[in-house]
Nanobody
Framework: VQLQASGGGLVQAGGSLRLSCTASGNIFSINVMGWYRQAPGKQRELVATISSGGSTNYADSVKGRFTVSRDNTKNTVYLQMNSLKAEDTSVYYC?????????WGQGTQVTVSS
């Protein structure tokens, strides 16, 4: 199983980006899809998750600005990021949980210039 994340880049503060992460290989019944981020010198932190039933969970710092969604037919999770701030600069990682196994993507860099 491989997770491929894309959509990162450089954007000005106040701008938007949309991240995508798609799983390939033999993966079934993905329970939770989510996004985490890690800035230099900091621990990896949860950004947003979405369950198989559509329940979502967000870090307080992104509530109202980020939206997580999923397309089960494509084994894909999305993260729409609006009103980006300099402090959102980080490497963003996707994670899928299937049958109690965690699968991580390779990370995509998001840089927000102020």
């Amino acid at each position: 199983v491989q997770l491929q994340a894309s959509g990162g880049g450089l954007v000005q503060a106040g701008g938007s980006l949309r991240l995508s992460c798609t799983a390939s290989g033999n993966i079934f019944s993905i329970n939770v899809m989510g996004w985490y981020r890690q800035a230099p010198g900091k621990q990896r932190e949860l950004v947003a998750t979405i369950s198989s039933g559509g329940s979502t969970n967000y870090a307080d710092s992104v509530k109202g600005r980020f939206t997580v969604s999923r397309d089960n037919t494509k084994n894909t999770v999305y993260l729409q990021m609006n009103s980006l701030k300099a402090e959102d600069t980080s490497v963003y990682y996707c994670k899928f949980v299937s049958s109690l196994v965690n699968y991580w993507g390779q990370g995509t860099q998001v840089t927000v210039s102020s």
